[in-house]
């Protein structure tokens, strides 16, 4: 089983930016699709953006699309999530998830492994 590390969430302006990274300790880092996502109080924790495990392929939910860019580290076993032009209604617990195989898809299930959370809060 891995384990998954997230830091870099902090408080930030509306418009600002910050990076995420996430570190995975474990076998194999490079057989598996990572993810970001994040949950908002009340809310349910929803999908952020996914790279697949030789980073050739990324995903992003439409509310961060042209903002968040997710990459990945093989040989650092660390996945980044750079966050742009942030709002308010991206102030969440944001997690990172190790999939079940080399891609990564937008729902839960289909990651196995998860990290505690790193906080962001946007103020406007």
């Known amino acids: 089983q891995a384990q998954l590390v997230e830091s870099g969430g902090g408080l930030v302006q509306a418009g600002g930016s910050l990076r995420l990274s996430c570190a995975v300790s474990?076998?194999?880092?490079?057989?598996?699709?990572m993810a970001w996502f994040r949950q908002a109080p009340g809310k349910e924790r929803e999908f952020v953006s996914g790279?697949?495990?030789?980073?050739?392929?990324?995903y992003y939910a439409d509310s961060v699309k042209g903002r968040f860019i997710i990459s990945r580290d093989n040989n650092k076993s660390t996945v980044l999530l750079q966050m742009n032009s942030l709002r308010p209604q991206d102030t969440a617990l944001y997690y990172c998830?190790?999939?079940?195989?080399?891609?990564?898809?937008?729902?839960?299930?289909?990651?196995?492994?998860w990290g505690q959370g790193t906080q962001v809060t946007v103020s406007s």
């Open positions: 790279i697949n495990a030789n980073g050739g392929d990324t």
């Open positions: 474990g076998r194999s880092f490079s057989d598996y699709g």
């Open positions: 998830a190790r999939g079940r195989g080399p891609y990564s898809f937008s729902a839960k299930s289909t990651f196995n492994s």
